[in-house]
């Protein structure tokens, strides 16, 4: 009787386990599972004047899985330089407006004006292991000329960084890789970190100091110096190199042995860039302050040659660009901005403490971090009185030759605002 009820009991417990498993433990994808997508329009034509308006619209089926899945989308965007995958949760479209689908072109390496084909595909992502993808479909683009935008939610922290541990973060920038992110920064001596949106939500270490990455991982010892940071979202492995492009010559600072005149990348138009004040002479593009890679001009036609011919120039203040991406270069005469007074450093007489143009907004200028001391301050262009500006309102509106604008002791934050010539503007903000 008791092996009776014993084979009784094992029997209903394996008729119960397989009921179980046939309703909850094995689901099995469909292997007919597809998705199809389709978009409203073949040929796209963006113009700035139309910002906020719908230009494209990208649809697509739902797959029958064969079980009810939590699938997330999104929709890939390829040129012939790269891909940019745009996340939209469960929704089965997604409309891009003009503006939004400039910004994705451009960053893929569009050019402005000129018609370019594009490719649509949408995966299905059911985990990190298995994802669906549809068929892919093409449309022509025509982009606009703008401003680059490359900043990603990433960015550098810690107590190496000028904002220590409390940020805000030294931002990394998009790369043609969508995986990839890189940082220009210069850091002192101290530790880092990276995470995103300047919060300790999602922050990565090194445990190992082996270049891979963990989730809180610990603390990035560097040493002082101006690097590049290349990190690998998806990989979670990143690389410090001593990274620096400059000016160098005789008609430069400190002549053909350097330092060079530091560069600065501009992630608005994917270039290097600096304001520099030049004497009549010579100069060349180089490479970390060496002259194992270095620019020059063998036909003086803004074309640069690796160990090519001296570049001429006459003294001035000039713009200097350099586009490593088609080995171009100019150099364009400007009037760079400063501020003077009894307040500033150097007094009345100067030489100007210089402003830095905003590159993201043409005829914007920068001051980061200027010591005033009580007094008052006024505006000038190239360290003359030929043009200047002052406040005779004293409401953030400027003047030609306006009234001497009155401050206090301490740290500041200063921005002029020229990109409406007929009303400039100013803001001075304690830091």
């Known amino acids: 009787m008791k092996i009776l009820l014993n084979n009784l009991l094992i029997l209903f417990t394996a008729s119960v386990f397989l009921v179980a498993c046939d309703k909850e433990d094995f689901t099995v994808l469909n292997s007919n599972a597809t998705t199809t997508v389709s978009i409203s329009t073949t040929d796209v034509v963006l113009d700035k004047d139309n910002a906020g308006q719908d230009v494209l619209t990208v649809t697509w089926t739902k797959p029958d899985y064969g079980f009810n899945a939590g699938a997330e989308y999104e929709v890939a965007l390829s040129t012939a330089n790269g891909e940019k995958a745009i996340s939209v949760g469960s929704e089965l479209s997604k409309t891009f407006e003009t503006v939004e689908l400039n910004k994705i072109l451009i960053g893929l390496g569009l050019e402005g004006g000129s018609p370019s084909s594009v490719s649509v595909q949408v995966r299905a992502v059911l985990s990190d292991y ?43 920038y998009q790369t043609s890789n969508a995986d990839v992110v890189v940082a220009y920064v210069t850091l002192s001596d101290g530790e880092i970190k990276f995470r995103s949106n300047n919060s300790w939500d999602v922050n990565y270490g090194d445990d190992g100091n082996d270049g891979s990455l963990e989730p809180g991982g610990a603390n990035i010892v560097v040493s002082a110096g101006t690097y590049k940071i290349t990190f690998n979202t998806n990989s ?91 080995l171009e270069y100019s150099i364009e005469p400007i009037d760079i901005w400063g501020l003077v007074g009894s307040a500033a450093p150097n007094g009345w007489d100067g030489p100007n403490v210089r402003f830095s ?33 002052g406040d ?40």
Do not use: C, H
């Open 392 to 431: 005779d309102g004293n409401d953030g509106s400027l003047e030609a030759g306006g009234a001497n604008i009155v401050v206090s002791a301490g740290t500041y934050s200063i921005i002029l605002d020229f990109s409406d010539e007929n009303a400039p503007t100013y803001i001075i903000t304690a830091i």
């Open 357 to 389: 143009p905003d590159y993201s907004k043409d005829g914007v200028w920068v001051l980061d971090k200027v010591t005033l001391i009580d007094g008052e301050i006024k505006f000038r262009t190239n360290d003359s009185w030929d043009v200047n500006y």
């Open 130 to 172: 298995k994802d669906l993808v549809s068929n892919i479909t093409n449309f022509n683009a025509t982009v606009y000329e703008d401003k680059l935008d490359l900043s990603t939610i990433w960015g550098v922290v810690g107590s190496a960084t000028p904002n220590s541990w409390d940020g805000p973060d030294l931002p990394f």
């Open 236 to 326: 979670l492995t990143y690389t410090i190199e001593t990274y620096t492009w400059g000016l160098v010559g005789s008609a430069t600072t400190n002549g053909w042995d350097g330092p060079d005149m530091t560069m600065n990348y501009d992630s608005y138009s994917n270039t290097w860039k600096t304001v520099v004040t030049l004497s009549e002479g010579e100069v060349k593009f180089r490479f970390n302050n060496d002259w194992g890679l270095n620019y020059g001009d063998d036909g003086a036609d803004g074309k640069l040659e690796n160990g090519g011919a001296n570049i001429a120039v006459t003294a001035g203040n000039y713009l200097v660009t350099l586009d490593l991406n088609a």
